[in-house]
């Protein structure tokens, strides 16, 4: 290797193009992956599973369900929520909002997770819990006529124990707007989803049959939410369910879909990327075979002083598996740098595209190198390498040692 530095440079180069180009192309499946994933759990509750009835029935889902649903191993919490057809508008004072009307069980919530950023949980049935943007969106008719929103505009101070109206009017039927009295006792904290605006009224689910029978409603149809304990125990509670009898629909089942999607993609990413190291190859079998052809009668004094054929099959073997590791050594630090170079550079683009408009929100992963891909790319390099120079190697010996001494230096 020493004697053709220039020849066996240019091999390992090749060779590290190769297993580079697989490298970086595969991370591309990777980076992708990442970011989509990440894009749905962002937005999704990662243990929220959806029930939205039975498979076998269209009868409703009922409190004796729901109880047995709570006995379920890694369930914490089963939230029962319904929304009346009716249009909720709340008055405090001269301001006013209109509001979505959601009838909960808050024990339940909380259990669930729903957090609050000022006050307590109610305790009694008239009290109530509103949406972290309702103070923000609570104007006065002077405010809403003005169509450029400031901060001085919405509800100032605290919510805490203040008396609203809430005005029910429904969508359809004769019956007539109703309007109740509550107290503010919590403020919903902030959702993790920064798009969300959250100017609800959640009240006790009490209220249901009260509003079903003052304001002449159709019966209220309430969706069920399970709760898992751990994002890894969705998948078994969501099987439980579905085991039962239940529509069931959890982020699990988008991530399946997905990840099938992309385990076809990286395995074809990384076949392509084979062809790269295969087509590198062809330069590791004619350095080899060079190899062979010079060194004829270095071979053919080996074998006259007693060395046995696989020894001298063996050498070879080491020479390409060492340009083969060298160049996967050269290829991983060059893949790393690409990949690194490619996430600082693909999101400014993005942005540049973008003229800023929303552009501050893109968490975009071109490109991702786990470790189980090095170990992918190594693997088929090495080999590809040891396999070019098998063939050279079977050659030398093969040399006829007469032949091989004749032969001038």
């Known amino acids: 290797m020493k004697r053709n530095k220039m020849r066996v440079s240019t091999t390992i180069l090749a060779s590290a193009m190769g297993c580079a180009f697989l490298i970086v192309l595969a991370s591309v499946g990777f980076g992708l992956h990442k970011t989509i994933t990440e894009d749905v759990l962002d937005n999704s509750m990662v243990t929220q599973i959806e029930v939205p009835g039975r498979e076998s029935t269209d009868d409703p889902i009922t409190s004796a369900d729901t109880d047995e649903m709570r006995a379920l191993d890694h369930v914490i919490a089963v939230v029962e929520r319904s929304q009346p057809e009716v249009e909720g508008q709340v008055f405090l004072g001269d301001r006013s ?9 808050l024990e339940e919530e ?16 008239g009290e109530v819990v509103v949406g972290y943007h309702f103070a923000e969106h609570l104007l006065t008719e002077a405010e809403m006529e003005n169509e450029e929103r400031t901060e001085d505009m919405g509800f100032k101070g605290s919510l805490i124990g203040q008396e609203i109206e809430l005005q029910l009017t429904p969508y359809e039927g004769d019956a007539e707007p109703a309007t109740w009295t509550f ?6 904290a ?9 100017t609800s009224v959640y009240a006790d689910a009490s209220w249901g049959p009260v509003f079903v029978e ?3 409603l159709p019966e209220v149809y309430t969706s069920v939410l399970v709760y898992a304990d751990d994002l890894q125990n969705v998948a078994e509670v969501t099987k439980h369910l579905k085991d039962d009898g239940y ?3 959890s982020v699990t089942e988008e991530l399946k879909s997905m990840d099938t999607f992309f385990a076809a993609l990286k395995a074809g990413l990384v076949f392509v990327g084979t062809i790269a190291v295969l087509i590198a190859s062809i330069g590791i079998f004619n350095t080899m075979t060079m190899a062979v052809t010079e ?24 020479e390409s598996a060492a340009i083969g590791l060298i160049g996967t050594a050269i290829a991983v630090v060059v893949s790393y740098g690409v990949s690194i170079l490619a996430n600082w550079i693909v999101p400014i683009i993005i942005l540049s595209s973008l003229d800023g408009e929303g552009g501050e929100d893109v968490a975009i992963t071109i490109s991702t190198i786990p470790w189980q891909l090095v170990l992918i790319a190594a693997a088929i390099s ?12 079977r050659k030398a010996t093969q040399i006829d040692v007469i032949q091989a001494l004749r032969q001038e230096m």
Do not use: H, N
């Open 97 to 105: 909002i209109y509001a979505p009307t959601i009838l909960t069980k």
């Open 110 to 125: 909380k259990k669930a997770g729903l957090k609050l950023a000022e006050g307590e949980m109610p305790t009694e049935a």
């Open 183 to 188: 107290t503010v006792a919590g403020v919903a």
């Open 190 to 198: 902030e959702s993790g989803k920064d798009w969300q605006v959250d």
């Open 214 to 216: 003052q304001l002449e």
């Open 247 to 249: 529509y069931a629909y």
């Open 295 to 318: 060194r004829t009668r270095e071979i053919g004094v080996m074998k006259a002083i007693g060395a046995k054929p696989k020894l001298i099959q063996r050498l070879f073997l080491m």
């Open 382 to 393: 090495i080999t590809v390498a040891m396999v070019s120079g098998w063939r050279p190697a």
